[in-house]
């Protein structure tokens, strides 16, 4: 069974810093999806960014980019120039793809709240 | 294009009683999951349906059952309920195809929040 493990319950940061939040997770596949997910207060989660296991170079999306290590097993979510917005909870979440999974399942790490402060 | 629809949004039940929730998806999407969210459990999956079949479960009772229906929309229901199923109950749509771009993203609806006293 794979498991996702966020090591960072709480973390702030200053609106225009940067902040990276750290995920790591366990699996013996080696094709697989990991995303980051967010969760602002009125509870609707939100796909960041996506990447695919296969893909060496790292996702971007904007503001938001992973440092994605396919070894060590870590795919940690850099958020530059923070914005007020982006106050919420993160998280890290893996897919098997469907070729190797009965069906679409996320694995979800225990979340990031993360706070941008004024 | 509507996004995932959640009815109720908020719910109080006793315990022993049943509750359905329903989700309605995104038009176009074939697959339906659920999530059930707590504050000491964290996320953890329900289940999926696609194409109105149930293609993958979770380590959840047998009072956690769902459907899907012919337009895709789905639903949940917990019978019995007990005081541990208080929860934010969260559904997910997607194509649910393998490969393609879009593989494996699922959009959330804004959840059922059911509280069991």
């Known amino acids: 069974a794979q498991t996702v493990t966020q090591s960072q319950p709480e973390m702030s940061v200053q609106e225009a810093e940067t902040v990276t939040l750290s995920c790591t997770y366990d699996t013996s596949e080696s094709n697989y999806y990991l995303f980051w997910y967010k969760q602002p207060p009125s509870r609707q989660m939100i796909l960041v960014i996506r990447q695919e296991a296969y893909k060496q170079q790292n996702a971007t999306e904007n503001r938001f980019s992973v440092n994605f290590q396919k070894a060590a097993k870590s795919f940690s979510l850099k958020i530059s120039d923070s914005q007020l917005g982006d106050t919420a909870m993160y998280f890290c979440a893996f897919m098997k793809p469907l070729f190797l999974s009965a069906g679409n399942m996320l694995t979800f790490g225990g979340g990031t709240r993360l706070m941008v402060k004024p | 294009k509507a996004g995932v629809t959640q009815t109720p949004r908020y719910l109080i039940k006793t315990r022993g009683q049943q509750v359905t929730l329903s989700c309605s998806p995104i038009?176009?999407?074939?697959?339906v999951s659920w999530y059930q969210q707590t504050p000491g459990q964290g996320l953890q999956f329900l289940f999926e349906y696609f194409s109105e079949t149930q293609r993958n479960k979770g380590n959840f009772p047998g009072r956690f059952s769902g459907r899907q229906f012919s337009n895709s929309r789905s639903e949940m229901n917990v019978s019995t309920l007990e005081l541990g199923d208080s929860a934010l109950y969260l559904c997910?749509?997607?194509?649910?195809?393998?490969?393609?771009?879009?593989?494996?993203?699922?959009?959330f609806g804004e959840g059922s929040r059911l509280t069991v006293l």
């Open positions: 997910a749509s997607s194509l649910g195809l393998a490969g393609g771009l879009n593989s494996g993203e699922l959009f």
């Open positions: 038009s176009g999407h074939r697959s």
